[in-house]
């Protein structure tokens, strides 16, 4: 089975600075999904940055970018220019890239939440 | 897109009382629908998948049920609450040709009391 590990519970940046959020997990399948979700105070769960595993290009999505290292399982996130809205719970989620029984279902890390200091 | 709609979005129950918390998604169809539970600090849980109507898949064995009455509705069921149900619910939606990205409702949040 697949985990997920996110070894820093908590985290500030101060607004304007750059923050990484770190993120390990353990698989032994080639071809995977890997995700950060944004949970804001309102605790709905918003999609931030996909990666394929297949892709070796790092995914971008404005002022947020990932660090992929496969061969290390490592998948950080990278938040540029903070803002206090980035004040939230970060949590990284992989999904394996096929479901036999067509589950396709999420793994995810604990969580780290982020504060940011004006 | 899809647009997942949960509700109720707040409910205080007594122990022992029944459940049923609903989703529905619209923009979409034949989504792959979740139930995920995430108690107070933690991660969250998977507790049930559905790749269709009527079919259910349990990946925790509890007191709670669900089922998919129609295409774009889930739902999430209990006959007697324990203290142990209190959380916060969320639905997700898997769908597309990728069959890509969970996308979540707003949630719901259950105390049991």
């Known amino acids: 089975a697949q985990t997920v590990t996110q070894s820093q519970p908590e985290m500030s940046v101060q607004e304007a600075e750059t923050v990484t959020l770190s993120c390990t997990y353990d698989?032994?399948?080639?071809?995977?999904?890997l995700f950060w979700y944004k949970q804001p105070p309102s605790r709905q769960m918003i999609l931030v940055i996909r990666?394929?595993?297949?892709?070796?290009q790092n995914a971008t999505e404005n002022r947020f970018s990932v660090n992929f290292q496969k061969a290390a399982k490592s998948f950080s996130l990278k938040i540029s220019d903070s803002q206090l809205g980035d004040a939230a719970m970060y949590f990284c989620?992989?999904?394996?890239?096929?479901?036999?029984?067509?589950?396709?279902?999420?793994?995810f890390g604990k969580g780290t939440k982020l504060s940011v200091i004006p | 897109s899809q647009t997942i709609h949960q509700w109720p979005a707040t409910l205080v129950q007594p122990v022992g009382s029944p459940l049923s918390l609903e989703c529905t998604v619209e923009?979409?169809?034949?989504?792959?629908l979740y139930w995920y539970r995430q108690a107070a600090g933690r991660g969250l849980q998977l507790l049930f998948y559905?790749?269709?109507?009527?079919?259910i898949s349990s990946e925790v064995p509890q007191n709670l049920s669900a089922s998919r009455p129609q295409d774009r509705q889930f739902i999430l069921s209990s006959k007697k609450l324990l203290l142990s149900d209190s959380g916060f619910y969320l639905c997700?939606?898997?769908?597309?040709?990728?069959?890509?990205?969970?996308?979540f409702g707003p949630g719901t949040r259950l105390l049991v009391l």
């Open positions: 698989t032994s399948e080639s071809d995977y999904y």
């Open positions: 559905s790749v269709g109507i009527g079919q």
């Open positions: 923009g979409t169809s034949n989504p792959n």
């Open positions: 989620a992989y999904r394996s890239l096929y479901s036999g029984a067509g589950s396709y279902q999420l793994t």
């Open positions: 997700a939606c898997l769908s597309g040709t990728g069959l890509e990205t969970q996308y």
């Open positions: 990666q394929e595993a297949y892709k070796q």
